[in-house]
């Protein structure tokens, strides 16, 4: 599979849009550096990641990349604020509670820092999704079809979530999906075929 250049700046957002089978998940998989390059060369903060060894390379992403899943995947037997601490402790920073609750104030969800992650909404499990990519404070945050299973009005706030949050962060933004609803959003596009 080949893909093409992809050059996003800080605060910078990128739309890349196919139809299933194109490989819209192996590309963000190769971004976030859970699948190994094959060809080609990937650059996040003047960082060559193909050069990190495995552990290095786990450090990194947990530093500098704000992954949100198609689904949300949590660690279930511990409360969202754990979680978030968690991935702070995984990418080595030191746990920082204020920052945690601080991102859950800002997406609205701060009444549910103590619950367990199942016992909140879907919407509000992508809402605490978007924390924890966020709480490194990563330069890019990579988004896989966060919208294919709302309607038009969610889908339409969770591309203003994530374009805000990265703004806030001063991240680059490259979300991956074959929802064509949300074109509007993005000036940079890239189009995958298959």
Known sequence: MQFPD???QDKGHC????KS???KTTLLHLLAGLLPLQTGEIKIDDQWVKSLGASQ???FRGKKIGIVFQKSIFIEAISVMENLAWAQHLAGNPVDHGRILLLLKRLGV???AHRLPYRLSIGEQQRV???RALVNKPSVILADEPTSALDDQ???AVIRLLEEQADLESAALILVTHDARIKSHFEQQI???A
């Open 129 to 131: 999704s978007i924390a």
């Open 154 to 156: 969610n889908a339409d």
């Open 15 to 18: 739309l890349i849009l196919g």
């Open 110 to 112: 701060e009444h549910q």
């Open 21 to 23: 089978g194109t490989g």
């Open 57 to 59: 390379l786990d450090r």
């Open 191 to 193: 189009i995958l075929a």
């Open 6 to 8: 992809i050059h996003v």
